[in-house]
């Protein structure tokens, strides 16, 4: 029986020296589900994503995700999943077919059939017709459609989006939220993302999760955390449950720690 | 071997896509080939060592060769700045298919300018004995290129950002260079600089180039390959280490 729970989370923590960048949160993420991971800046949102994508190791605590543990099932992991990250991350002297043909080679996918793929997904996103484009010369909102597409070059069961809206217009936005829908419901393919909108995040996902200060602080869909913090907005809600203090990304921050930790302290 | 094989072409798409990089990249070594070959000729042949021209040309090559090497392994810094890294950091394949696949990437693209290198310097005058060692010379270029990249790898490997860049030219790009060879004989100086020299890995590199070319070797053809294939692995084995070590 396949188990309803595509994403599970037990007991994790991250921690740089003795700051604890990510401590000691538990979640499941079910099959097919859109589940937004909320937070204010700082609050270990993206040092989680990085753990469920094998690119940092956890202090401790377990990951499973699609069945597979990413410390020591990197690879079968890696095939799970797509990913789009907070900051750009194409290569912007090639081209937008040379970018998801890089990546189909990278994941194994066969010549024919990625042919057929970068062509439906670029087609999806409407950048066929810039295909033999250099990225250099595409919008913010065109490359954010390109790395969609090249996400899902490999038909993952699972797509992290890392702030996959920050910084573009109210147009492209709706545009994006509405591919990732779309994939959503015609291929079964469950949503992690993490957005500071919060009305993008009461729109689009059927469960929300917010952590703040490494630790969560609510889990349930938006119906459940409005009746839990007697608030009309989710972004009420959210204030309620993480304060009205403004956080300094700069300082403090698992990023910030992770350099000198990093830089100083070398393991 | 297909992942290997993409990493290398997008290298070379890379160089070939940048010509202010390739023009850019030339100006040093003919600026080396023009002024001290022609400037200090007169001076080396009065002292009796023949055609200075004949003499660094060779070391200009493997100049070309080092600089090009050491800043394509560097490049992954700006991968890592621009996050291109992370894309290939979460593919299914290991870390040291990644790191083989740029070095070789890397060591193409420092064999391709080593020779545009080589061309201008015939154009400058340079004469080569025999076109023969043509083959025997490729194969130093190819080692001088595949040891640098792996360093520059290495060395991107432990750097977070290009701020360390300054620091590696001066302290170790550019001994490595000036102490190797390239611009002067070998015979005859201080012993701390024969020390010197005997520790720096792109001295058998330009005697191995120099000597296919002229057939003159000053530590001798065996030598010259052995180090230089030891030290080659043992820098790819170093920066695949490193490399593999890299979480971002």
Redesign the interface.
Known sequence: MVNENIIEVKNLIRKYGDYSAVNNISFNVKRGEIFAFLGPNGAGKTTTIKMLTTLLHPTSGEIIINGFDPVSEQHETRKSFGIVFQDPSLDDELTAYENLEFHGVLYGVPKTLRKERIEELLKYVDLWERRNSLVKTFSGGMKRRLEIARGLLHHPKIFFLDEPTLGLDPQTRNHIWSYIKKLNKKEGITVFFTTHYMDEAARVADRVSIIDHGRIVQTGTVAELLIKTRKTTLEDAFLALTGHEIRDEAVGTGESYRIRHRTWVRH | M??I??LWL?QL??YF??KSRIVGTLGQPLLFLVALGFGLGPVFAKAGQGNYLEFIAPGIVSMSILFTAIFSGIEIIWDRQ???L????????ARWQIMVGRTLGGATVAVFQGLIVFILSLFLGFKVETFALIPQMLIFMILIALLFTALGTAIAS?L?DMQGFQLIMNFLVMPLFFLSGALFPLQGVPGALQVVASVDPLSYGVDGLRGAITGVFHFGLSIDLLILSLTTTILIGIGTFLFS?I??
């Open positions: 297909q992942s094989y993409i997008r798409k890379r896509r940048s621009f996050g291109f992370k894309e290939t950091l979460v593919a299914p394949i432990i977070e070590k979480q971002i």
